[in-house]
């Protein structure tokens, strides 16, 4: 019954699950990522308060989630890594943690894109944009730690725990402008009460998180594909796979 989660521990397994996965995620998010600015940048109607400039939120929104989803997967990955000394958790965590900061550094730009017209400012030291741009620093910080030891189980097992400390940031991030006083606007998607936005706008905006979200699976799956085979390029099964290329 277990047999699929044990096979993920398997190096060749994910190696080639990797390869059977990636086109499809990444065909799904050239789908959902091409309906979402369609329908969001032309034909969902201006905000009553915003006009057209709340339109960033279909490229601000899916970024900030996935900035914080990919760290949160980059910590459960390395702990994995660490505690049952799995080494595809690390492989995971190391392929999974440049995207994440990409997507963070993507959500602090459009964040200050549509912060300037809103506040009159590209930049504030609100609670929300602060613990977000601490979030990047993590994001570096797990990076170079990762790469400044010469032996990477060492470097894999200080990233982990860098990157394991540091996931408490993400609950701070989320409820930040419920905590404290915060010019960001509260969530209006992501609560218990219904949506504050209609489905005109609702709708493509969910397109476009489902698109993100496939878009770095696939992603991940081409970037674990070479973090295996660097890791495991001693082994006899990449040998052959290097020979039948």
């Known amino acids: ?100 900061a990409s997507f963070t550094v993507l959500a602090l730009l459009t964040g200050s894109l549509w912060g300037r017209p809103m506040w009159g400012t590209y930049w504030a030291w609100d609670p929300r944009l602060t613990s977000e741009l601490i979030l990047l620093f993590l994001y570096v910080g797990v990076m170079s730690l990762r790469s400044a030891f010469e032996d990477p189980g060492r ?26 006083n915060s010019l960001h606007q509260g969530a209006t998607v992501a609560k218990f009460a219904r949506p504050s936005m209609p489905g005109s706008m609702l709708w493509p905006l969910l397109s476009m998180l489902l698109g993100f979200m496939l878009f770095f699976g696939g992603v991940l799956c081409l970037r674990l594909r070479g973090e295996v085979l660097n890791r495991e390029r001693q082994s006899s099964w990449v040998r052959e796979v290097v020979r039948a290329s």
């Not at 032309?42 to 989803?69: K, M, N, T």
């Not at 459960?76 to 958790?89: F, N, P």
């Not at 894999?156 to 905590?179: C, E, F, K, M, T």
């Open 1 to 100: 019954m277990w047999n699929w989660f044990y096979k993920l521990a398997s190096p060749p397994y994910v190696y080639r699950l990797a390869a059977v996965l990636a086109p499809w995620l990444l065909g799904g998010a050239a789908l959902c990522i091409g309906y979402g600015l369609v329908d969001g940048l032309v034909f969902a109607p201006p905000d009553y308060q915003q006009g057209d400039a709340f339109r960033i939120i279909y490229v601000h929104a899916p970024s900030a989630w996935l900035s914080l989803s990919a760290y949160t997967l980059m910590a459960v990955a390395g702990g994995i890594g660490l505690i049952w000394r799995i080494k595809i958790g690390h492989a995971v965590a190391a392929a999974a943690a440049p995207i994440g």
């Open 155 to 180: 470097g894999d097992r200080a990233a982990a725990l860098l990157a394991i400390v540091g996931v408490i940031n993400v609950p701070i991030i989320h409820y930040s402008v419920q905590w404290w």
